[in-house]
């Protein structure tokens, strides 16, 4: 049963498009994050929920707009894409945000690729 | 601002020690992570030390921390062809919230 789950594993648009990718964890966790990794593996928070509220917002375009329905849940929707989108992004979920409650736990990844 | 920095590449034959390098900046961090990241994977907690601590093994891993000059390392003994893979060096960034600063991953190739 798998932890921390994203859908879709690959995702190829075109620019412009609007995309939404979803992510689940079962780990009963309080906080959920997104990372984007570029084509160098250089990898970068992008966001971060804690019980459905944001407390992390890095310097991200606002075409990126996340989601917490619940605190199972965090999807990241993508509105005009573009060429420099391409890239995996990656959820995690850690226990909290405190203490050694910040082990985090990440899922296999969204590959990307904007045409 | 927050940095951490790692060489890009390291190859090691089956059955030698891999020491792997991070520099770090933020002497804040409580705690200091290793993580690995297989080819089409995400990534996976390996190990991490305690800002208060030298030095943690953990089977065929030792970390060492060095404080003074923000300097933390990875030792792999008895490498596999199965560690092969990428490994990120982690701090957590002031402020809290489990902000991660990786660095940019060492890519650890194992040959017969």
């Known amino acids: 049963d798998t932890a921390v789950s994203q859908t879709p594993k690959y995702l190829v648009t075109q620019m412009g498009n609007d995309k939404s990718i979803k992510c689940e964890q079962n780990?009963?966790?309080?906080?959920m994050y997104w990372y984007k990794q570029d084509s160098k593996k250089f990898l970068k928070i992008m966001f971060s929920y804690n019980n459905k509220e944001l407390i992390i917002n890095e310097t991200v375009p606002n075409r990126f707009s996340p989601k917490s329905p619940d605190k199972a849940h965090l999807n990241l929707h993508i509105n005009s894409l573009e060429l420099g989108d391409s890239a995996v992004y990656f959820c995690?979920?850690?226990?909290?945000?405190?203490?050694?409650?910040?082990?985090?736990?990440f899922g296999q990844g969204t590959r990307l690729t904007v045409v | 601002g927050e940095d951490v920095e790692q060489s890009l590449f390291l190859s090691v034959r089956e059955g030698d020690s891999s020491v792997i390098n991070c520099t770090y900046t933020d002497s804040s961090s409580t705690y200091l992570y290793w993580y690995k990241q297989e080819p089409g994977a995400g990534l996976q907690l390996l190990t991490y030390?305690?800002?208060?601590?030298d030095m943690k093994q953990d089977q065929r891993l030792t970390v060492l921390l060095n404080k003074k000059d923000k300097h933390l390392s990875l030792r792999i003994a008895d490498t596999q062809t199965g560690d092969s893979a990428i490994y990120f060096c982690?701090?957590?960034?002031?402020?809290?919230?489990?902000?991660?600063?990786f660095g940019a991953g060492t890519r650890l190739a194992v040959h017969p």
């Open positions: 030390i305690f800002s208060n601590m």
């Open positions: 995690a979920s850690s226990p909290g945000t405190g203490g050694l409650n910040t082990e985090a736990f």
């Open positions: 780990l009963g966790h309080d906080t």
């Open positions: 982690a701090e957590e960034a002031a402020g809290g919230y489990n902000k991660l600063i």
